[in-house]
């Protein structure tokens, strides 16, 4: 992703402000503001992962290699019933799409 507006990225504005509430907040607090500040940071870090989402082309490629162009239009899909048949393209396609969400949320998770 190209940056328009030149520096610091959406992902470095969001990354300063997940540093600060992780150092500076976290640790002038405690009880139930230092919990919301950790959820707080938790949170930017998940949206500073999708700005910077280098490995988007992995789910981008299974939804093509299944004809779609969103994961709704697959869901939608599935719901259906069109894609009964094609269980043994279809499950591959789908752990891609997991794997990233999972990354993306939880770096590592899926891979413990």
Excluded: C, Q, W
């Excluded at 190209?2 to 997940?18: D, F, K, Q």
């Excluded at 503001?33 to 299974?62: M, Q, T, W, Y």
Aim: zero cysteines; charged letters at 30%.
């Amino acid at each position: 992703m190209t940056n328009l507006h030149g520096r610091p990225s959406a992902a470095e504005l969001v990354a300063a402000v997940a540093e600060f509430l992780e150092t500076e907040v976290r640790e002038e607090t405690s009880g139930a503001i230092g919990f919301h500040a950790r959820v707080a940071a938790n949170v930017l870090r998940i949206v500073e992962r999708e700005l910077r989402d280098d490995a988007g082309e992995a789910p981008r490629s299974a939804l093509a290699e299944l004809g779609f162009a969103s994961e709704v239009d697959l869901a939608a899909a599935i719901r259906r019933g069109e894609l009964d048949e094609r269980g043994p393209v279809l499950l591959p396609a789908l752990r891609t799409l997991v794997l990233h969400r999972l990354d993306v949320s939880h770096p590592g998770y899926a891979r413990r």
